[in-house]
């Protein structure tokens, strides 16, 4: 049995350039990643199955090709056959909310494998690309400067402990339409984190108001140095400078919105 994390991602910042010919866009984004979220796990039997358990397994429920049976069937088309294999995903991080949960959970599958088979990690990065833009930062999971579609990392050090909330309003928000919505305007390149933002949160709120008001909560908490949107919603994190500042914004949320979610966690 090999059991690899799919930890939660966040962008800390996202400039989005230009779009590209082939449909995508050129971004430039710093990634961090928290030390919770999703799992997999892969056991040797006698054929193929694939289980979701966990508090949001029910949100992929019919789902016909999971991110996880992808990577399964990407990775032995590229290193060869697979064993028959019984794999569980264990689904803790909401969908469709901005923190890479169904590219963490692919690039989990795929570390997990290469365990399996003797693949080194530098050799899958090819593989995770053809499965979604977010997914070699979410194989190389460690604080990284990402540019291209997000597949060129430049690792970087110094967030690691830093804790973190995130708070989700439980509304799922479409990656393309909050693309699809982003105005054009090149507003300058990735800098220092203080003068970085996310320029898909425009977008993002006009489909998810809830976003604003969750934004709004968490820049009053004590203890803020940076509250932002990750990714493209609906998803926004805090990061903190103690671990009480973040367990007191915790609970001062939640008391008055019992109905989001949250994780409370640190950076990795």
């Not at 010919?21 to 796990?41: K, M, Q």
Request: with cysteine.
């Amino acid at each position: 049995m090999i059991t690899e994390p799919a930890p939660a991602k966040i962008n800390l910042a996202l400039h989005v350039r230009a779009r590209r010919p082939d449909g995508y866009h050129e971004i430039e984004t710093l990634f961090a990643f928290c030390r919770d979220g999703d799992a997999v796990t892969i056991t040797e039997a006698e054929q193929d199955s694939f289980a979701v358990s966990g508090p949001f397994a029910s949100a992929l429920s019919g789902e016909g090709n999971n991110l996880v049976i992808a990577a399964r069937d990407a990775f032995a088309a590229t290193f060869g056959p697979l064993p028959s294999l019984a794999i569980t995903l264990d689904k803790h991080l909401p969908v469709a909310s901005g923190i890479g949960g169904g590219s963490a959970d692919a690039a989990a599958t795929l570390r997990a494998l290469g365990r399996l088979q003797g693949v080194a990690i530098d050799d899958m990065f090819d593989v995770a690309l053809s499965l979604g833009s977010d997914v070699p930062a979410c194989l190389l999971s460690r604080s990284a400067i990402g540019g291209g579609r997000g597949e060129k990392l430049t690792p970087i050090d110094g967030l690691a402990d830093t804790p973190v909330l995130l708070v989700n309003p439980r509304v799922a928000v479409s990656t393309a339409k909050v693309f699809a919505g982003w105005d054009g305007v090149d507003r300058g390149a990735l800098g220092e984190i203080a003068d970085s933002r996310n320029d898909l949160e425009p977008p993002a709120r006009q489909l998810a108001p809830a976003i604003g008001a969750v934004l709004s909560k968490l820049a009053e908490q004590s203890g803020v140095t940076l509250a932002r949107m990750s990714g493209s919603g609906a998803t926004c994190f805090a990061l903190f400078d103690n671990a009480a500042a973040r367990w007191a914004a915790h609970a001062a949320i939640a008391a008055m919105h019992p109905d989001w979610w949250y994780l409370e966690s640190t950076l990795a």
